[in-house]
């Protein structure tokens, strides 16, 4: 069983960067694929980005060469660098873990456990 919490939400411009984490307690991180959704108001929970546990990277479309997944399985936390952020990427950002030994789909039920969110706005 994971608990996950995330950080580093906040309020930026356009154009700017911010780094989420994910720290998760429990043994057994490191078989888990970790994946990034995020919610804005009104709308569907999406899928962001997601990392097996060999360290494959899957983005949606809409956030590709600006996202960047990545783990550390030895500080048990995954991380989604965020670059040239746009108004549209304002959201609730939640990580998830799918597994153990999970593929890190794109479908959030897919998901065992999920972090609390962070809010992530981008202001322009």
């Known amino acids: 069983q994971l608990h996950l919490v995330e950080s580093g939400g906040g309020l930026v411009q356009a154009g700017g960067s911010l780094r989420l984490s994910c720290a998760a307690s429990g043994r057994s991180f490191s078989t888990y694929a970790m994946g990034w959704f995020r919610q804005a108001p009104g709308k569907e929970r999406e899928f962001v980005a997601a990392?097996?546990?060999?360290?494959?990277?899957n983005y949606a479309d809409s956030v590709k060469g600006r996202f960047t997944i990545s783990r550390d399985n030895a500080k048990r936390t995954a991380y989604l660098q965020m670059n040239s952020l746009k108004s549209d990427d304002t959201a609730v950002y939640y990580c998830?873990?799918?597994?153990?030994w999970g593929s890190g789909t794109v479908v959030a039920a897919e998901y065992d456990y999920w972090g609390q969110g962070t809010q992530v706005t981008v202001s322009s």
């Open positions: 998830a873990a799918d597994g153990p």
């Open positions: 990392i097996t546990r060999g360290g494959n990277a």
